[in-house]
């Protein structure tokens, strides 16, 4: 193959047309660049796709998460349970807060956590589960929530909040999965809380971002609930920017010493074009899923299914296994796919294995599936500027390498 031949594919780049560009641009040009109308009518937008009552935007998933477990007053000598097949933001917030990392397994051969497993890891100390929504495809719910009914008696509340739940509450990792569904039920309708990312390489994307979203059917006052995201992400401050821009209301009280961590206009508007385009961008997600698969699992490879009777995940990754190659091999397959101009990735190297979970006791060697799910797992390009010859080039050298590797 010449060089002329060689196509350039990214991993995830962001799909921006004009549309996305002139709403920033009007953004600016309103006066309202920080948090103002675009972002209170995001939100209202994203409560709407999710079908929840309300939905609070902020400048990550990971502060989504952090301001959640903040709110619901996790701290210390309290733990907190998640997949040790993660990002480091699934656990870090844990450690933010002062609680306990409780990490579980994988089952085998599966990328989700172990649920037979779970239920050993609840004590009378856990107040929260973050199951992590992988690659964008929900969870098994109906067996974290049997599994947290059946260990209701452990759970001791610090708080009236924690009392209105009187069980372990169920905060996902959803920065994969907004738009997934399983069970006729989006994903923001099943666990108490829901946090989605809006990071540059996301389905949607608004630059930097994230929300919050929670259900409304276990008695949670949502005007509440949403001033007190509003005051976590804004120093504690009782007015907003908007708010203050009222005559003569200048005047605003700090009645906590909060964060700082709200959304921005910019991000909203540019996040209000994504979410008009949304649809289509999952339709286009799920043409590419399908092209790999018809040719990709007849050559033996495994993947992370997406589509079934009763799911549909966000397409978000193309997430594959190679049988019989260890991490080695695995780290030369990408090498060899990055010379000819093909980025791949690896979701995720297992927090156990990591400097900063090390040095907080974790072992690798205590979590073995989730360490086999990783050896040989390479995530292909998936993203909607990919065309179908992209897709067709993709396969075919990665068909050829494999090939030359067996």
Not at 292 to 306: R, S
Request: charged content about 25%.
């Amino acid at each position: 193959m010449t060089e002329n031949e060689l196509r350039n594919i990214s991993f995830s780049p962001p799909d921006i047309t004009d549309a996305e560009i002139e709403e920033v641009v009007k953004a600016m040009k309103s006066g309202w660049i920080t948090t103002g109308p675009r972002t209170k009518e995001f939100e209202k937008r994203i409560a709407e796709f999710v079908g929840t009552n309300k939905a609070a935007c902020l400048n990550s998933a990971t502060a989504a998460m952090e301001l959640t477990l903040r709110i619901l007053g996790v701290g210390p000598g309290d733990e907190v349970i998640t997949s040790a097949y993660t990002y480091t933001a699934s656990a870090s917030v844990i450690d933010h807060v002062g609680a306990k990392i409780v990490l579980v397994d994988t089952a085998p051969d599966s990328f989700e956590m172990d649920y037979s497993k779970l239920g050993d890891a609840i004590t009378e100390k856990t107040k929260v589960i973050i199951p992590v929504d992988l690659a964008g495809k929900m969870c098994d719910y109906d067996s974290i929530f049997e599994i947290v009914e059946s260990k209701k008696e452990l759970f001791k509340s610090n708080n009236e909040l924690q009392s209105l739940f009187d069980r372990v509450i169920v905060m996902t990792d959803a920065a994969h999965a907004f738009g997934a569904e399983r069970n006729g039920k989006k994903c923001g309708q099943v666990a108490d809380f829901t946090c989605y990312s809006f990071h540059a390489v996301k389905n949607l994307t608004t630059a930097e971002g994230g929300a919050v979203v929670w259900r409304n059917d276990i008695g949670l006052d949502d005007e509440w609930l949403y001033k007190q995201y509003m005051l976590y992400s804004l120093h504690g401050q009782s007015k907003d920017a908007l708010a203050k821009t009222q005559k003569g209301a200048w005047e605003y009280d700090i009645v906590y010493p909060a964060y700082k961590c709200n959304m921005t206009d910019i991000m909203a508007g540019f996040g209000l074009v994504q979410l008009n385009r949304y649809e289509d961008l999952l339709k286009r997600r799920k043409e590419i899923i399908e092209m790999y698969d018809k040719a990709l699992l007849p050559l033996g490879i495994q993947n992370l299914q997406h589509y079934g009777e009763d799911f549909c995940s966000s397409g978000h990754l193309y997430i594959t296994r190679i049988p019989g190659i260890n991490e080695n091999q695995r780290n030369e397959i990408i090498v060899k796919m990055a010379k000819l101009g093909i980025a791949c990735n690896v979701h995720y190297k297992p927090l156990p294995m990591f400097t900063a979970y090390k040095n907080l006791g974790f072992d690798i060697k205590d979590y073995g599936n989730a360490f086999a799910m990783y050896e040989n797992e390479i995530t292909l390009p998936l993203h909607t500027l990919l065309q179908d010859q992209d897709v067709d080039y993709v396969i075919e050298q990665l068909s050829f390498i494999l090939k030359m590797t067996s």
